[in-house]
């Protein structure tokens, strides 16, 4: 069966997912699908996402291949 090369499911977006079950895939020759409307997200301090610009000071990562982060994984390369 030929379906598009994109196939995606709504889950993360829905309202209710309690009760959501994870069988309404859905199909596109592209992404973003047809009918997509950009949102712009902050990230905020805490790690999570808002629609709304976070307030206080901004956060930085400063990165430096020659001095990486320890990890408890070990090399992963």
């Given at each position: 069966?030929?379906?598009?090369?994109?196939?995606?499911?709504?889950?993360?977006?829905?309202?209710?997912?309690?009760?959501?079950?994870?069988?309404?895939?859905?199909?596109?020759?592209?992404?973003?699908?047809?009918?997509?409307?950009?949102?712009?997200?902050?990230?905020?301090?805490?790690?999570?996402?808002?629609p709304?610009?976070?307030?206080?000071?901004?956060?930085?990562?400063?990165y430096?291949?020659?001095?990486?982060?320890?990890?408890?994984?070990?090399?992963?390369?």
């Open positions: 069966m030929d379906r598009p090369s994109v196939h995606y499911s709504p889950r993360a977006w829905v309202e209710d997912r309690g009760n959501y079950v994870a069988n309404d895939w859905r199909y596109a020759e592209r992404w973003p699908p047809p009918g997509a409307v950009p949102k712009r997200f902050y990230l905020c301090g805490d790690a999570s996402l808002s709304s610009a976070p307030g206080g000071s901004a956060r930085s990562y400063s430096d291949p020659h001095r990486p982060m320890p990890t408890l994984a070990g090399a992963t390369c």
